[in-house]
């Protein structure tokens, strides 16, 4: 089954290597000089771990290298906050969708599951390599990612800004792994549900995007209950410091 599971995927699984090194290359050469910098400017020497100007001072300098020499590249923009955005989708629509529907639509299910394994032995082996392998690649990105933007998080904490966790939220840390093994998964059930590859690559695409869009607009806001106030229209309202502002 290893060996069966490996020649059919193989070449998603070589793409999924590099697209994962190309990533790892980006963010290890910038993160080295990030950290250079963050030591440059004292913003990882322990005075920064009070409250005082001066680390506050550090941190900002540092942000803004970050800023300046990063994020406004917009070559280093697609490919480390669009694309994250996008590969589990990916992931879902050319490893997930023709998982099972290939075998289907080239009738191939009829040798492998007449063999001396039942089929549900066949399926959990097959679709159990596969989910290995993309949650490995993706467990390596996100602590690539989670190691790069370890800085700009530092100064968001000590500043109370909350925006920039909002920015990131689907681009770090285990969210990354999420999307990408719910995208695989509904690319699979696609696949077995329809037992075409093309209508259920565009099946999975409209529905993880749907989710997606429902997930950012309406139910992240609520993964904890917001405070609420209500005070006359001539009366201040006081925000607490680092508050994420829904409407």
């Not at 190691?147 to 700009?152: E, G, R, V």
């Not at 609520?222 to 005070?231: N, R």
């Amino acid at each position: 089954m290893i060996w069966l599971t490996w020649r059919q995927h193989r070449i998603e699984i070589f793409i999924m290597g590099i697209v994962l090194l190309l990533f790892a290359t980006v963010l290890l050469v910038t993160g080295l000089n990030i950290v250079a910098e963050a030591q440059k400017v004292g913003a990882t020497t322990s005075p920064c771990m009070s409250n005082h100007s001066p680390c506050f001072q550090a941190q900002a300098t540092l942000a803004n290298y970050i800023y300046y020499h990063f994020m406004q590249n917009q070559a280093f923009y697609l490919i480390c906050m669009v694309l994250p955005l996008a590969l589990p989708a990916l992931v879902g629509i050319f490893i997930g969708a023709p998982a099972i529907a290939r075998e289907f639509e080239q009738g191939t299910y009829r040798l492998v599951w007449s063999q001396g394994i039942p089929w549900s032995r066949w399926s959990f082996r097959k679709i159990g390599l596969i989910t290995c392998a993309v949650l490995c690649a993706f467990a390596i990105l996100s602590g690539l990612f989670s190691w790069w933007n370890a800085p700009l998080m530092s100064l968001s904490i000590r500043q109370g800004n909350s925006d920039d966790f909002s920015t990131f939220f689907d681009n770090w840390g285990v969210v990354t792994v999420a999307y990408a093994l719910f995208a695989l998964m509904l690319g699979i059930f696609a696949g077995t549900v329809l037992r075409k590859t093309v209508p259920a690559m565009a099946l999975t695409l409209v529905i993880f995007v749907a989710v997606r869009l429902l997930i950012a607009g309406f139910w992240r806001p609520y993964y904890l209950p917001p405070v609420t106030v209500i005070a006359p229209l001539n009366t201040a309202i006081q925000v607490p410091a680092g508050s994420w502002i829904i409407r």
